[in-house]
């Protein structure tokens, strides 16, 4: 059973970076495409970004430029580069493959 644990999550201030991972026990990451989502307080979750098996990958607008995922099967990890950080990035985080989901990992973005 494929069990995903998301960390890297805190505070940054505006500009800044943060790396976060998505790291899966049994998780066939070279296989399938994995996903980064985002929940923001009282909004709906929204993908952030996909990296499929041949590691292409696609990033909602609002992020294009600024993240990245990188993926290291070697360690079976997902990464989220997250640079020029806003305060709208401000949420908690999901890594998700197939039907499985992260627990979550908060990003702040304040000064």
């Known amino acids: 059973q494929v069990q995903l644990v998301e960390s890297g999550g805190g505070l940054a201030e505006p500009g800044g970076s943060l790396q976060l991972s998505c790291t899966g026990a049994?998780?066939?990451?070279?296989?399938?495409?994995t996903g980064w989502y985002r929940q923001a307080p009282g909004d709906r979750r929204e993908r952030v970004g996909v990296?499929?098996?041949?590691?292409?990958?696609n990033y909602a607008e609002s992020v294009k430029g600024r993240f990245t995922i990188p993926r290291d099967n070697a360690k079976q990890t997902v990464y989220l580069q997250m640079n020029k950080l806003r305060p709208d990035d401000t949420a908690v985080y999901y890594c998700?493959?197939?039907?499985?989901w992260g627990q979550g990992t908060q990003v702040t973005v304040s000064s």
């Open positions: 998700a493959l197939l039907s499985t």
């Open positions: 049994g998780s066939p990451f070279s296989l399938h495409a």
């Open positions: 990296i499929n098996r041949d590691d292409v990958t």
